[in-house]
């Protein structure tokens, strides 16, 4: 399988809850690297920006003032099947549907507030990382 990079954010339950190691030791511990980081606050419009495919949804005011509620952890991280391996260390989108083990069976409070996003699709991620980084701030 190809080295891929994907999109990864810490969400703020986390930050909040000062989990940013324990997570990025899962990710580290998949194989997963982390090539570039920063710690942001997010203004309600970026976060409105980010999420613009949701803003159809019912939640989508409930998660975007969420995301700007607090400090997020944006990083980017690389690997074989870098994207598929993020969402299955990640876990379910609802902590109650998450696999033992996972970030999110062992650390989201809720289906909103579930500590960690992570790209979808190798499209996706390419845009998600451009987003947030230079590519001079990737430094594999
Ligand atoms: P994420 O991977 O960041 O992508 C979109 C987010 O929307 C998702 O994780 C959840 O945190 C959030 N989300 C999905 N469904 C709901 C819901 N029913 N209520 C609140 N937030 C939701």
């Known amino acids: 399988m190809a080295i891929e990079r994907t999109l990864s ?18 990710f580290e511990d998949a194989g997963l690297r982390i090539v570039a980081q920063k710690r942001m606050k997010l203004s309600i419009e970026q976060a409105q920006q980010f ?10 005011g409930e998660l975007t003032e969420f ?11 690389e690997g074989e099947g870098a994207v ?3 969402r299955e260390v990640m876990g379910a989108t609802n902590p109650k549907d998450a696999a033992p083990g996972t970030i999110r069976a ?3 409070e ?4 579930n500590s960690v996003h992570g790209s ?4 996706t ?3 998600e990382i451009a987003f947030f980084f230079a590519g001079t701030e990737l430094v594999g």
């Open 120 to 123: 979808d699709a190798p499209e």
């Open 84 to 86: 598929l391996k993020n």
């Open 106 to 108: 062992e650390f989201a």
């Open 9 to 26: 954010i810490i969400k703020p339950d986390a930050t909040r809850r000062n989990l940013t190691g324990k997570i990025n030791a899962k």
């Open 110 to 113: 809720s289906v909103g507030e």
């Open 125 to 127: 991620a390419a845009q």
């Open 51 to 60: 999420y613009a495919v949701h803003s159809a949804r019912p939640f989508f």
């Open 67 to 77: 995301m700007a509620s607090g400090p997020v952890v944006v990083q980017v991280l």
